[in-house]
């Protein structure tokens, strides 16, 4: 099998390229990871694994019609891993248009350069093909606490530029499997967490600031409550859907974990307050700062996979407790690694180039 990731050196895409690449009998034959390379893109996730013979990195856009259309020329591709997207919801408020074009622009590229590549394979290869789109709870809105938990046939109901510009893809992909029997798939999960993820989302955000003595930022009230996925679990799950999901088919991915923001950070603080206590004596909670909250910030998330345990048998392997103590843990021993990506993300936005 010859796969084309999209977005791999990114927080999850790195994270499923190293859990296929690291797969004892894999069925890889080689491993195509395209990336911009823009600010959360960062090949150290990936430095490891570069000699890797069935590794090929490609820097480019998947806005980029004809190199993506070589890229499925020269490597004889099989299968389509989409994790490219402008991801940032505080991004999408401050300049939606970055998001449009890659989310949907890029997406729809990317899609048209699968389809002809796909028209042209021979049987049984046609057949195998797979274009497998990875996507956000985000696009389903927001929930109150008595709402259930969203399912795959939840409406959308975007609330943020970023939301909407994935829920356009999602339609696209949907699209391009009804118009032209593209063999697609769409996974939508709920909040990830883990090794690699980029230093100005909440959980590493909260890390980093608490060992440098910095305030912890909390919106509002901090009872915004998220559905979390230790990213690993979610990584196993994708390749699952790739592997066996049934064509044209949406597969919610949810780590199972509802939980409120402020636990979250209080939790976090308890595990450094053990692993690695402050000098002073002090207790990071002490470090909590409640902010002015996001505009339009959604309420709840929570995800129902229950289609996905059915039909796949997957369930999550790691709790909240195993998988937050497994993700502090990874940043008191890769500090330099996290240190290193927000000198240069300050870089490129002093050049006006984040």
Not at 6 to 26: A, D, H, M, W, Y
Not at 243 to 268: A, C, D, S, W
Not at 327 to 339: E, G, K, N
Request: proline letters at 6%; glycine letters at 8%.
């Amino acid at each position: 099998m010859n796969i084309l990731v999209t977005g791999g050196c990114g927080f999850i895409g790195s994270n499923f390229i190293r859990q296929r690449l690291l797969e004892k009998n894999s069925p890889l034959q080689k491993l195509v990871n395209l990336d911009a390379l823009t600010y959360a893109g960062n090949p150290a996730n990936l430095a490891d694994l570069a000699g890797d013979p069935r590794y090929v990195f490609a820097h480019g856009s998947i806005g980029d019609a004809a190199l993506v259309a070589q890229l499925f020329a020269d490597h004889a591709i099989d299968a389509v891993v989409n994790f490219a997207a402008e991801s940032h919801v505080d991004r999408s408020i401050d300049s939606p248009e970055p998001f449009i074009q890659t989310n949907v622009v890029g997406t729809l590229r990317l899609l048209n350069a699968a389809r002809l590549h796909w028209a042209k394979l021979p049987e049984p290869k046609k057949s195998a093909f797979r274009f497998l789109h990875v996507s956000t709870d985000e696009v389903y809105g927001t929930l109150s606490a008595a709402d259930p938990a969203f399912t795959e046939e939840t409406p959308f109901a975007p609330n943020s530029p970023y939301a909407a510009s994935k829920a356009s893809s999602d339609h696209l992909v949907r699209s391009y499997q009804h118009t032209f029997k593209l063999p697609t798939l769409t996974t939508n999960c709920s909040n990830n967490y883990g090794p690699f993820h980029f230093p100005e989302k909440l959980i590493p955000l909260v890390i980093l600031n608490a060992l440098e003595g910095k305030p912890l930022p909390v919106y509002g009230d901090g009872m915004q409550i998220r559905d979390w996925l230790y990213v690993e679990d979610h990584a196993a799950a994708i390749w699952l859907v790739l592997q066996q999901g049934r064509v044209g088919e949406t597969y919610n991915i949810g780590g199972l974990n509802e939980k409120p923001n402020i636990e979250i950070v209080q939790t976090i603080c308890g595990l450094l307050d053990a692993k690695s206590p402050r000098a002073d004596g002090k207790r990071y909670i002490e470090q909590i700062t409640y902010v002015a909250d996001r505009p339009g910030h959604d309420r709840r998330y929570a995800i129902d996979c229950t289609k996905l345990q059915r039909e796949l048998g997957w369930n999550p392997r790691e709790s909240f407790t195993t998988g937050i103590a497994k993700t502090v843990d990874w940043y008191l021993t890769h500090r330099t690694w996290a240190a290193d990506i927000t000198a240069k993300k300050y870089a490129r936005e002093r050049l006006g180039t984040g």
